[in-house]
């Protein structure tokens, strides 16, 4: 049956629901020539040979012939309407041949397929000119009662009853098994689309997560660009200005004042390679490619040699108050990146904060770990400008003419996701800020 259903009519082209109409119509038109047969034999049976038993011959013969017909002429369509013609007027003919619907069996019935057929396969517009026709039949059939046969009268009780089962359980049976295999189908069809419309709101989902992120490039571009054109200018200028004096006036300076031109131009070239590096370090997270090897360190020792390191590397001196909890803590680290941390935090705490302010450096032992905070009295943050502060390129609206890359705090936050740590941050304008970082013992 699959291979015959699947062979007829067959187009190519064909779309998931025309394959299941023609199938569907080929299986109800055979279903119902075979139940054809057997009522022209059961009327035989009562009736003998008469229109009652020649009317669901002739509903065979038309139904027959029309799936030869629209099979070689591959219209589906006549099919359709040869089923829903000899469905909807042959059960009437029926009927008036019997008389009475007491004497039919309701054998109507059948004709209530002919407006379902209608819907199944056709539209809503036709479907209710067969419901139509099928009231037209019912009226005739309930006000005129008309007669074309005496076989009315050779209805027996056992005969009522058999028409009646027939003619009530088969119609039933067969919208009952027409409806499942049309919505086994459809169900099956919209479990397509919907796996259709997950994997569509996918591909949306990922072409809006790279148009964010192109636009997010596109930002960091131009960041990049005006970062670059300002931070690099100075310095370079600063280089230029210093470099050509020495080589104009080298006779006239003093070698007090050379070397202090040549150290203020290593100290530019110094700055410009901590920038460098700094975007080196960005691009290598992007491609996560960023080493990291912590062993078991002091982090309180640590902390206090790299800021020892750091103020060896200032002209000029700052205040630094130490409160420690415990001499010696110790947590697996890498020692690079902590100095990347503790250089950013000290560097951003002196910067921003003028040169009689002093500097607060706390380091805690916590349950789970280590915390340690860098606390100033400067210019302060905004709460718009703490949350953006870990977005590369960005700067406070308040940092004036303090130099700045705006990549600092982004590396730091990408050394604290290496270890699995974390860093709050509280500050207000004109009172400073408290830089606070937590880090796993494990």
């Known amino acids: 049956m699959k291979t015959l259903t699947y062979k007829y009519c067959f187009n190519a082209s064909d779309s998931g629901d025309i394959k299941i109409a023609k199938s569907l119509i080929l299986i109800i038109s055979i279903c119902c020539s075979f139940c054809g047969l057997v009522w022209s034999g059961i009327y035989y049976f009562f009736f003998g040979f008469g229109l009652t038993t020649l009317l669901p011959l002739i509903f065979v013969v038309i139904v027959i012939s029309s799936i030869f017909i629209s099979h070689f002429t591959s219209n589906y369509k006549i099919l359709v309407y040869g089923q829903l013609v000899c469905i909807t007027w042959v059960p009437g003919f029926i009927q008036w041949s019997l008389g009475s619907i007491h004497h039919s069996g309701f054998v109507i019935a059948w004709c209530f397929l002919g407006p379902i057929g209608a819907l199944l396969f056709l539209n809503e517009k036709e479907a209710r000119i067969w419901m139509v026709m099928f009231i037209l039949i019912l009226g005739i059939t309930s006000i005129g009662v008309p007669t074309f046969s005496m076989d009315g009268l050779k209805v027996t009780e056992n005969a009522r009853t058999i028409f009646y089962l027939m003619n009530i359980g088969v119609p039933s049976a067969v919208i009952f098994s027409a409806t499942a295999y049309f919505m086994k189908d459809l169900i099956k069809q919209k479990e397509r689309n919907f796996s259709l419309l997950q994997i569509t709101n996918e591909k949306n989902k990922e072409i809006e997560k790279s148009l964010k992120r192109e636009k997010e490039l596109g930002i960091l571009k131009t960041n990049f660009v005006s970062m670059v054109s300002h931070e690099f200018r100075t310095p370079l200028a600063t280089i230029n200005a210093n470099s050509d004096i020495i080589l104009r006036y080298s006779d006239e300076l003093s070698r007090d004042d050379i070397n202090k031109r040549l150290e203020k131009i290593k ?3 110094l700055d410009m390679t901590v920038m460098l590096e700094d975007i080196l370090i960005i691009g290598k997270s992007d491609a996560q490619k960023l080493d990291f090897n912590p062993v078991s360190l002091d982090i309180v020792s640590l902390i206090k040699d790299i800021i020892a390191e750091y103020q060896l590397s200032e002209p000029k001196s700052r205040t630094i108050i130490f409160n420690v909890s415990t ?3 110790m947590i697996p680290a890498d020692k690079k990146w902590i100095k ?7 560097s ?9 302010q002093q500097i607060e450096i706390s380091i805690k032992k916590e349950p789970t770990g280590i915390s340690f905070s860098f606390k100033d009295y400067g210019v302060g943050i ?6 953006m502060l870990f977005e590369p390129f960005y700067r406070g609206e308040n940092v004036g003419e303090i130099s700045g890359t705006g990549l600092g705090l982004v590396i730091l936050q990408k050394a604290l996701n290496l270890h699995k740590g974390k860093i709050e941050v ?4 004109g009172k400073g800020s408290n830089f606070r970082v937590t880090l796993p013992a494990v």
């Open 426 to 429: 509280e500050s207000e304008i």
């Open 267 to 269: 100290s530019e070239v």
């Open 382 to 387: 905004s709460k718009e400008d703490i949350a």
């Open 327 to 329: 001499p010696i803590i």
């Open 340 to 346: 990347h941390i503790v250089n950013n935090l000290l």
């Open 348 to 356: 951003n705490a002196i910067k921003y904060s003028g040169e009689d």
